[in-house]
């Protein structure tokens, strides 16, 4: 089974819809990111997780909340989805053991598009 | 934060060596050279990292500059496998501890 799963795989909705990507991790680890990935482009990072009580926004966090309900689960949501959101989504772990620096382990990534 | 500067695609044919250039003129001290690489319709994966001195492990080597301003990654004998999107990163070890920022990277094409 994968270390790292994402759900769901494929996701298409409607403008002004509420979407809820889920992750999952089996891996231990105590950090937890989510990016997305636009055509052509690298990936940004949108909100990450020290841990279940440090959630930081990144690069692009507007339009997006999260959710890290477990060690293993960190959510993103989409509160009111528009199009310029459709892109490809990508979660990913990390031990975070306190080293300077740091692998991070990622998802098979779900792909979001927004009508 | 320090960025790189990597060519937009590079060639090779399968069972060559292949080396990829990253530039990264203002990179400090502290700053972790990692190199990720992307198969098609995949997630990122993690292939080496390294501070100040050459790296080798299974996957590929990195060999980094004296005066850290450059490296390269090395991969041995090129696979059809290892056609893929391969980003060099810098990680600052204090600042920037645990975060990623991905360029547009290089694609590597592999032929038979």
Same mark, same amino acid.
């Given at each position: ?15 002004? %819809?509420? &979407? ?12 937890? *990111? ?14 990450? /997780?020290?841990?279940? %009580?440090?959630?930081? %926004?990144?690069?692009? /966090?507007?339009?997006?909340?999260? /959710?890290?309900?477990?060690?293993? %689960? ?7 989805? &528009? ?5 490809? *989504? ?26 | ?15 060559? !060596? @292949?080396?990829? !250039? ?17 198969? !098609? ?5 993690? @292939? ?26 090395? #991969? ?8 893929? @999107?391969?980003?060099?990163? #810098? ?16 694609? #590597?094409? @592999?032929? !038979?």
């Amino acid at each position: 089974d994968a270390d790292v799963t994402q759900t769901p795989r494929n996701r298409i909705t409607k403008t002004g %819809k509420r &979407i809820m990507l889920e992750c999952s991790q089996t891996k231990g680890h105590d950090r937890m *990111y989510w990016y997305r990935q636009d055509p052509g482009l690298g990936l940004r990072l949108i909100y990450y /997780s020290f841990d279940v %009580k440090d959630i930081n %926004k990144g690069e692009i /966090s507007d339009g997006y909340s999260v /959710s890290r309900q477990a060690q293993a %689960k960190f959510s993103l949501s989409l509160e009111s989805a &528009i199009p310029n959101q459709t892109a490809l *989504y990508f979660c990913a772990t990390s031990r975070g053991s306190g080293r300077f620096t740091d692998t991070q382990y990622f998802g098979p990534g779900t792909r979001l598009t927004v009508l | 934060d320090a960025k790189t500067t990597q060519p937009n695609s590079m060639e090779s044919n399968e069972e060559e !060596p @292949v080396h990829l !250039p990253c530039n990264h003129s203002t990179i400090s001290g502290t700053d972790y050279i990692h190199w990720y690489r992307q198969l !098609p319709s995949q997630g990122p994966e993690y @292939v080496i990292h390294g501070l100040t001195s050459n790296v080798n492990n299974r996957m590929a080597s990195l060999a980094i500059a004296e005066d850290r301003k450059s490296s390269t990654l090395i #991969l041995h004998r090129a696979t059809l496998r290892d056609a893929a @999107v391969y980003y060099c990163i #810098l990680e600052n070890g204090g600042t920037s501890y645990g975060k990623l920022t991905f360029g547009q990277g290089t694609i #590597l094409t @592999v032929h !038979p």
